[in-house]
């Protein structure tokens, strides 16, 4: 299928062939009719991709400090590599669209194959011939209303919660500043509710476009007279009851020119982005009260509302992102409201690279901009949900003298940034790893890993990997919750298995691990356990010498707080943060000690998510380890300190590695930036596979750290030791 994206690195424009994404429970596969371009935002998102790093970097105040901050922690190669991936990747654009429902996911029921609806949401609602939207991101389009108008919907809605953040009544009125797409349906939403409006804007076409919907009068910014004079008129001089900023770009005027148009205690509701340097004498004389509008209504950045279809009780929240999508159609439907006017042209899909250009730089001068799409043949198949690279090889399967391969062909399922700066770019220069499939949910996440690495075949179904009898090793880089079933599939294929900490969440997806291990005699199994491939630590464990095995170690992790929409916080799902992330430093110290874990106590610290917890070990060695979210961003990450014999070591954050033995002291640095050992390890690993030799960590030992990681969590409850 065909999808709009954008390289925001060097601010390419293309219209890409991707895989077709798969239906998935909780949601609907949609075709798309129309998708509506947000000449707002998506154009904001597109000039920013064309800024110089200093020009991005002025843009984005908030993303430069959380960089600076990765750069006191990781260093600058490490940072720069992270970024770098992350800049140099095709991201989608597009969040409000109409199509037609073609498969319905188990728990999507309420809606038909064949039905009209309309689509909201940034990673759901995309320029793209189909897409996989959500129940709650969704609503059908009732009778009468046409697609083209109907792919408004989700913009908006984003102008709906702005009037309701207002609490407008009958019979007021309001001063709209910035007649844009939001502004124009904004004045449309008043007049449909009785308050009289008017409007600022520099461009005159823009006002006349206001007045024709509903609006009183309007003005340019550089000459208030003529509105501050009507609007004295129709409010007896009181002014404004509510001012709507739907304007963006750097300039104060919008919030200066509020306060002139509002009333004493009027309501200024923020809808666009723009400065807001707030006049402080003139907004406290007036006791203004400044509101912010988030996006389109109760439940946006809730994952759980969004992705998860948990719906909010309408005595509770009234009005959500969904209940406001059908109230918008509705509007439309009983020709309350009309947002043909605001169509300024409709492009083939095809055309969109061009179309964008052409807003960009100002030859297209408009206000709603359409995409149309292909309608396929009636007779036509399924969308395509796997795209080969041209030219593809099949990977060499011949043998040398000693019986290994020659090369060996990996697919992947799952390629978010972890595995793609981690492990994908190291894969890339092994000779013998060929990189010959990927799938992933997300059609560019897929495209953007075939582009970068290689892969012969892209795909957006996990089972075409698990059915890919060409491969040798499947590696399983998905989120946590889906680890353990996985695996067994993946063991059950035969083939050797690679998957990301955490191997399992529970005991109970332990022992089908082990059973499945049993069952199909494949223990050909790797957990993404890296740190024990550092070259710094294992460095330091053989300055460290014979008595390491014996020593006392202590693991202190500064893990710090997660951002806000973080999967990780939702652990009725994905486990806590310590099953995700805590196998990690048991096995690094289950390597130290050479020995398995024996028993475990643990408790908890003062934030919600830290851990200390000590371990025994079956050789009798022990240690510690302290994970703890409420330390400085700044400071190392990881530090680790063994004692014994005499002899002291401490790793400091794959930086640099000391060793205290006798008198004497050394000392060795890190070259190029942190190594945590994914090089290593994927080297290590793709040796393996490729001779048949042991897998780089036995299958008891990465059973036992699952173990003993799940374990701590029941410590933490039990409030005492608990054995492996």
Known sequence: MKQIAQNYKSGELAVLDVPAPVCRPGGVLVRTLFSLISTGTEMMKVSEASMSMVGMARARPDQVRKVIDQVQQQGVVTTYKKVMNKLDSYTPLGYSLCGVVTEVGR????????????????????????????????????????????????????????????????????????????????????????????????????????????????????????????????????????????????????????????????????????????????????????????????????????????????????????????????????????????????????????????????????????????VPAEDAAAPATKHVLPGAKTPSVRKNSTGAKDQIALGFVGAGNYASSMLLPHLAKLPAANLAHVATTKSLSAVNAQKKFGFSTASTDADSVFEDESLDAIFVVTRHATHAK???????????????????????????????IEKTGNDRLMVGFNRRFAPLLTAMRKGFGAVASTSATRYLVNAGPLASDSWYLNEEAEGSRFIGEGGHFIDTLSWWADS??????????????????????????????????????????????????????????????DVWSGRGKSTTKARGGQDKGQQSEMAQFVEAVRTGAPMPISVESLLATTRATIAVGESLLSGRPERV
């Open 107 to 374: 728990g999507a029921e309420e809606f038909k194959v064949g039905q009209l609806v309309a689509c909201a949401g940034n990673e759901q609602a995309l320029h793209a011939d189909y897409n996989w939207v959500p129940v709650n991101l969704c609503a059908a389009v009732p009778q009468g209303v046409l697609p083209e108008h109907a792919a408004f919907a989700t913009v908006a809605s984003i102008a709906m919660h702005g009037v309701r953040r207002a609490e407008v009544q009958l019979g007021e009125t309001a001063a709209v500043i910035g007649l844009g797409l939001i502004g124009q349906l904004v004045v449309r939403l008043l007049a449909a509710a009785g308050v009289q409006a008017v409007g600022i804007d520099p461009v005159p076409d823009r006002c006349r476009l206001a007045e024709k919907a509903g609006a009183v009068v309007c003005g340019s910014p550089d000459d208030l007279s003529g509105v501050l004079a009507e609007l004295g008129r129709i409010t007896s001089g009181r002014g404004a009851d509510h001012v709507f900023l739907s304007a963006g770009g750097s300039s104060n005027g919008p919030v200066e020119a509020a306060v002139k148009l509002a009333r004493d205690r009027a309501r200024v509701i923020d809808i666009g982005k723009m400065k807001l340097d707030l006049p402080w004498n003139d907004y406290y004389m007036k006791e203004l009260d400044v509101r912010f509008s988030r996006s389109y209504g109760p439940g946006r950045y809730d994952t759980r509302y969004e992705l998860d279809g948990i719906d909010y009780p309408a005595g509770y929240i009234r009005w959500t992102e969904k209940r406001n999508l059908e109230s918008f159609l509705d509007l439309v439907a009983r020709n309350q409201l009309d947002v043909s006017t605001l169509i300024d042209g409709v492009f083939p899909m095809a055309e969109a690279a061009k179309v964008y250009e052409d807003l960009k730089s100002g030859e297209l001068k408009a206000v709603g901009v359409l995409l149309e799409y292909p």
């Open 486 to 516: 996985m695996v067994c599939r993946a063991l059950e294929t035969g083939k050797a298995v690679y998957v990301e900490k955490p191997l399992a969440l529970t005991r109970e997806e332990t022992d089908q691990i082990a059973e499945a």
């Open 596 to 657: 398995l874990v024996a028993e475990v106590y643990a408790v908890r610290g003062q934030e919600k998510s830290d851990v200390q917890a000590t371990f025994r070990f079956a050789n009798g060695a022990s240690g510690t380890i302290s994970y703890l979210c409420g330390g400085n961003a700044r400071f190392p990450k990881e530090t680790l300190d063994a004692t014994g014999g005499g002899i002291s070591a401490r790793l400091d954050n794959f930086k640099t590695a």
